[in-house]
């Protein structure tokens, strides 16, 4: 926690935001890519460092372990937040806390809505590391697997929402790009109901955005109907 370390809260929330976003550039499906089976996977399929393209390219344990991995990066980011700037609680409250959760709250903490920024300042940095990563040349994936991640440790009453929406919409369409476009929609609507905030809800709209902007080529491809499907045969890149 801040408070037990001689530092400032805006320099804590400085290195908040450069560790997540170092965390969030680790190119996981790059790394999977090459070690396992040898191939760049920037020169396989879209070419996007995303679990869709590892898993068309190496095939369902690498795509699998590629969600995975990138999931984790987004609720690494969400578990530092909580444990260097907490929100504040009495001591009763805390007592009644169950172990997982008692990193997000500390007596004597920050009051709500510092601990909320802290929050989404870790998860923009994140997204942002995983889209552009440092460490090959800021190129990365479009970081629906991190924001993923977020939404588990973050957002927790999203998920009987969001992620059935997602599975159905791909079975359906077959679509991932369709999905993940659409849970970027659905996403502030869902925040302001759930999780009323104002910086949770800035952080929504500020994601929808950056997902569709990610997207833009996808959703050329689905107006020209040459967007790759999950299944089936490819009729683009």
């Not at 590892?54 to 344990?61: E, H, M, N, Q, T």
């Not at 997602?166 to 993940?180: D, G, N």
Request: a positive charge.
């Amino acid at each position: 926690m801040l408070t037990q370390l001689p530092l400032p809260l805006w320099l804590g929330f400085v290195l908040l935001a450069l560790v997540c976003y170092l965390l969030g550039g680790i190119p996981f499906s790059l790394i999977v890519g090459k070690l396992f089976f040898r191939r760049d996977l920037r020169e396989l399929g879209s070419g996007n460092l995303g679990t869709t393209n590892a898993l068309r390219s190496f095939g369902w344990p690498a795509g699998i372990a590629v969600l995975i991995l990138d999931a984790l990066k987004g609720a690494g980011a969400i578990y530092l937040a909580r444990l260097l700037i907490p929100q504040g609680c009495t001591p009763q409250f805390y007592a009644a806390l169950s172990p997982l959760v008692r990193p997000a709250y500390a007596v004597g903490g920050y009051p709500a809505e510092v601990a909320h920024w802290a929050l989404v300042v870790s998860a923009v940095a994140v997204i942002v590391g995983h889209a552009f990563s440092p460490y090959i040349g800021f190129a990365g994936g479009k970081a629906m697997a991190a924001t993923g991640g977020i939404v588990i440790a973050m957002l927790p009453r999203l998920l009987p929402i969001l992620v059935p929406v997602f599975i159905l919409l791909v079975i359906i369409t077959r679509y991932v790009s369709v999905a993940s476009l659409t849970i970027a929609v659905l996403l502030p609507p869902t925040m302001a109901f759930f999780y009323p905030y104002l910086p949770f809800i800035i952080f929504s709209v500020a994601a929808m955005i950056f997902v569709i902007w990610l997207h833009r080529s996808n959703i050329v491809r689905l107006r020209a109907g040459a967007e790759n499907k999950l299944f089936g045969q490819k009729r683009g890149t």
